[in-house]
């Protein structure tokens, strides 16, 4: 194999897929990424058995042929190399090495043959639709921060996404919050089986998004998923597992119905934090008519206290929240001001953004 | 097969089994029995690890030739007054030990009955009892068991080694010992003699006989234990955490007098020593409870190893906080064994100036010129030799404390203060480690847990023994933050978990502590995890080794320490401080 690129496309690429590389791996060859030359490009391939990406970028193919080489090294390599410098990959002729040249700079890796190189058999995809790439970041944007990382409720270690009625429907939780955000279901999605997708790949999703162009193309079965987002393609196998009825955690009777202005909520959840030292110290939240009293105290250090004017007509209420909690939700509120709908101090809270339809959290008080 | 009744010698060895399990059981036995008799001298003679030869001579009351016909009988006993099982003050009551041994051995029992003017002789071998005949013995009984277990050859088969059995042996009369250190005790094993002096029973007496079974270092390293509460009464000797052993074998425990082993009470003591020593490590303790003996079953096993208490959670509650309150007033104390191992360490072994004397140099060889080279920067990088000395004046006062005044940081890491008579050297981070923990843990307990609602209640799948044990305590559990009730059959419903926590795995967390609850009946590893986190905010909140201290930071350090409880060791059970007395520092010189 013989090949050249451009170093930035080779760094973006790079990039892109030696993030799917474990840092620790038993299997040496999962350390490896996959560099496989055809005439006029070079495609890419890194897996870590669950997730694999599989991304082209343009190069000038001398000799067609394949090679695996350390993920992280040749990154680290290409990264540094000079701007705008032609690179050159070379396998030597037992294909045991690479040899990795640009300008007066040459390297040689330790290389793996292709055959060891593990594939992740998609199967049969049995749906497929194309959604728009602004889409498919809202849905994960306001999901993503309340899925767990606890790893034995390993149903809960992704997003949710699901076809109810004629929307497409992302649901996460850790168990004490849950978020969901929903569109209109593009064509094709209708009738899909409900997925967990990992974390993981979420999180490689939303990190290749933006490069993605208009539209991603998302193909599933019941153990896998595929999304195609411009060069890149990520074949991610789903979580094996039942997602809890989250219906029945989402509140429909809470009636006392808190309107707040966003950016000073969250300001004076975050400023009477301050005081507290250690991590889930509880905000309360007192209501009265039209006032809202903030108020954290650590009995080591001090106290503190913030009052808000807010739309507010029901019955007096103390209730408390885990600071961060609260701050995680408010960050995902779009419009300027957000509902907060509540029951008793022992009851979960809904929260609803009042600009974007369809989005809601849920949050369970802390008890003081 | 018809079924039938065995005959009686096969009954005898199959009891015999549970009685008598090996050497050291046979041991128990007949030692309890000459204590039973109110000897004040024992002497014990084992070979062979106590195979060959068992010979237990006392100075006791003795029995005439008809009770001694009747004391090899199956449930013949002279301990147990009326019928009344419930009121047992004995420490043998069931009757079973001479027949027992006398089924698997060669027992030959010659007694001498106070006041009479003949000894008499019985033996039985292999439950073949023989006729009475008449014997020379000065005062008391003397038995002997030869060949043990020669009549049950598949007994012999499972004993340990002859070092094996001897230790255990050993460890039997030494717990019979420490609960009596009115009698004097000797033990002959092999070529070994062991001697309990006679001792009194008052609290003296106590330590001394602790200090004779466990080692000369024991006085010194042990706070006395006395509590009670509700007719229920716990004395004893405790030892400092940083006093502590790898193996669980240095705690005794006794019940009435009688030495046990029993899990309310390893748990109680576990419990006592909580979060003063690492795990791995065990107590030094011996500890005798005292309370009215129709408040506890001691027919619960036939070796009496274990006791059934009327109110279990009494004393286990009486147990941990009689150990705390001890501990934490000898929080103060750091081992002694600290400034010993310290002292034998610091004394030099041959004169110096000889040691490196005739090798010429005593610069070590350097190799290449690279190592030359970089040898200039040798001193840059080793620890300033800066050692802070006293800018503020000594105040009488504080040299009068317990930790004395601080006179000088070395290292960036060692505090060295002066008291009137010695000095004290503080590892300042283990120090402070420790005070800003015991902070957090009085203000977990002060302020109450906080917790998180639980969106989705976890259930967890228990046994229904689990689950009722859990359920019995979901008020101390919601004390600490866990709120849980039964769900169906074997299930509980976890609804809300300590904020501390943050997500956490509710599942195991359950079944943890049903684990132990059922083991040891009580909470302790929700408790753990919490202060584990404490410790963990205590760690990073701390002065940390290679800060330097200004002299009233330093005396403020020293000032908190002694206000503190259990300031004596750090998290992790070492020591926090080594005092070194002038006596010591003495020593070290050859002055002494």
Redesign the interface.
């Known amino acids: 194999m013989k090949v050249t690129i451009e170093r930035a496309q080779l760094a973006k690429s790079l990039a892109h897929v030696h993030r799917v590389v474990e840092r620790r791996n038993t299997i040496p060859i999962l350390a490896n990424v996959l560099l496989r030359a055809g005439k006029s490009s070079v495609e890419l391939k890194a897996t870590d058995l669950d997730l694999e990406i599989v991304e082209t970028a343009p190069g000038e193919g001398k000799t067609t042929g394949s090679t695996t080489v350390p993920a992280h090294m040749i990154y680290d390599i290409v990264r540094k190399l000079p701007e705008g410098a032609q690179v050159e990959l070379q396998s030597a002729s037992d294909g045991a090495q690479l040899q990795v040249r640009a300008g007066r700079s040459k390297f040689t890796l330790q290389a793996l043959p292709e055959t060891d190189f593990p594939d992740l058999a998609a199967g049969e995809m049995t749906h497929s639709f194309n959604i728009a790439s602004a889409d498919l970041k809202r849905l994960i944007d306001r999901t993503q921060f309340a899925i767990?990382?606890?790893?034995?409720?390993y149903y809960l270690n992704g997003i949710y996404l699901h076809a109810i009625d004629d929307k497409l429907r992302a649901v996460a939780?850790?168990?004490?919050?849950?978020a969901q955000a929903e569109i209109k279901a593009p064509k094709g999605a209708k009738g899909m089986p409900g997925v967990i997708v990992p974390r993981k790949t979420v999180a490689e999703v939303q990190r290749l998004i933006d490069d993605a162009g208009e539209e991603v193309k998302v193909e599933l079965s019941a153990t896998k998923i595929r999304f195609s987002l411009g060069n890149a393609v990520l074949t991610s196998k789903l979580i094996d597992g039942t997602f809890?009825d989250y219906g029945r955690?989402i509140p429909a009777g809470n009636d006392k119905t808190l309107v707040v202005d966003k950016s000073e909520f969250m300001s004076a959840v975050d400023r009477v934090s301050t005081v507290s030292?250690?991590?889930?110290?509880?905000v309360k939240l007192a209501l009265t008519d039209g006032k809202l009293t903030l108020s954290v105290i650590n009995?080591?250090s001090g106290s503190a206290t913030e009052e808000l004017e807010v739309e507010y007509g029901a019955e007096a209420l103390d209730i408390?929240f885990?600071g961060r909690y609260l701050l995680d939700i408010l960050q995902q509120i779009e419009g300027e001001k957000a509902r907060l709908k509540l029951a008793d101090p022992?009851s979960?809270t809904l929260i609803e953004d009042m600009e974007a339809a369809g989005a809601l959290y849920?949050l369970?008080?802390?008890?003081? | 097969m018809p079924v039938r009744q065995l005959p009686e010698n096969v009954v005898n060895r199959i009891a015999a089994g549970e009685v008598i399990e090996r050497p050291a059981s046979a041991v128990k036995e007949l030692v309890e029995n000459a204590i039973d008799a109110g000897a004040t001298r024992v002497e014990v003679v084992i070979s062979g690890g106590g195979r060959e030869l068992i010979r237990v001579s006392d100075n006791g009351s003795g029995m005439n030739s008809e009770d001694l016909a009747l004391c090899v009988e199956r449930h013949a006993t002279s301990k147990l007054d009326s019928e009344d099982l419930l009121n047992i003050s004995t420490l043998g009551f069931r009757g079973e030990a001479l027949p027992s041994i006398g089924a698997a051995a060669r027992l030959s029992i010659v007694s001498r009955a106070r006041g009479s003017d003949a000894a008499h002789e019985v033996r039985v071998e292999g439950g073949e009892k023989s006729t009475i005949r008449p014997a020379a013995l000065s005062e008391g009984t003397r038995v002997e068991v030869r060949d043990l277990f020669y009549a049950t050859p598949a007994r012999l088969k499972f004993l340990k080694s002859e070092q094996a059995e001897t230790a255990a042996v050993i460890d039997v009369i030494r717990r019979l010992a420490l609960a009596r250190p009115d009698v004097a005790f000797t033990i002959a094993a092999n070529e070994r003699v062991i001697q309990y002096p006679l001792r009194g029973t008052d609290e003296a007496g106590r330590a001394a006989r602790l200090a004779d079974v466990i080692g000369g270092d024991a006085h010194a390293n042990t706070v006395p234990v006395d509590a009670a509460r509700e007719g229920v009464r716990v004395r004893g000797l405790a030892g400092l955490p940083t006093f502590s052993k790898a193996n669980s074998l240095s705690q005794y425990l006794f019940v009435n007098g009688r030495p046990v082993r029993d899990k309310v009470l390893m748990g109680a003591m576990r419990g006592g020593y909580a979060d003063l020593l690492h795990s791995g490590r065990y107590p030094v303790a011996a500890l005798f409870i005292e309370l009215d003996p129709r408040e506890v079953d001691v027919n619960v096993h036939p070796a009496k190893a274990e006791v059934r208490f009327r109110d279990p959670s009494l004393v286990r509650g009486l147990v941990v906080r009689a150990l705390q309150d001890a501990l934490s007033g000898g929080a103060r104390r750091s081992a002694t064994t600290g400034a010993d191992r310290l002292v034998s360490f610091a004394r030099p072994q041959s004169a110096p100036g000889y040691s490196s004397g005739w090798r010429g140099s005593s610069a070590p060889y350097r190799g290449g010129l690279a190592e030359a080279a970089q040898a200039a920067f040798e001193t840059i990088a080793q620890p300033s030799a800066d050692a802070r000395a006293n800018l503020a004046p000594v105040l009488q006062a504080d040299l009068e404390r317990p930790l004395g005044a601080a006179r000088a940081q070395l290292h960036e890491t060692y505090i060295v203060a002066q008291t009137v008579d010695g000095l004290v050297i503080v590892d300042q981070h283990a120090a402070h480690e420790r005070i800003v923990y015991e902070?957090l843990k009085r203000?977990l307990n002060?302020?109450g847990i906080?917790?998180?609602?639980?969106?989705?209640p976890?259930v967890v799948e228990l046994d229904d023994s689990d689950v009722a044990a859990l359920v019995a305590r979901a008020g101390e559990l919601a004390k600490l933050g866990l709120v849980l009730e039964p769900f169906g059959q074997g299930a509980v419903l976890v609804r809300?978990t300590p904020?501390?926590?943050?997500?956490?795995?509710a599942?195991?967390l359950v079944r943890d502590l049903a684990e132990h609850i059922a083991e040891w009946d009580d909470a302790l590893p929700l408790e753990r995890n919490l202060l584990a986190i404490a410790s963990r905010?205590s760690c990073h909140g701390s002065i940390r080794a290679g800060r330097r201290l200004k002299p009233e930071e330093m005396n403020a350090l020293l000032r908190e320490m002694e206000r503190t409880e259990n300031a004596g060791q750090c998290n992790h059970g070492r020591p926090t401080y080594v005092e070194l007395k002038l006596f010591d520092i003495e020593k070290l010189f050859g002055r002494r």
């Not at chain 2, 904020?499 to 795995?505: F, I, K, P, V, Y």
């Open positions: 767990s990382t606890e790893e034995t409720r939780t850790d168990g004490h919050r849950l809890p955690v030292s250690e991590r889930g110290r509880a009995p080591d408390g885990n022992g979960p849920v369970m008080p802390m008890r003081v | 902070k203000a002060e302020n906080s917790t998180q609602i639980l969106l989705v976890a809300e904020a501390l926590l943050g997500e956490t795995d599942q195991n905010i």
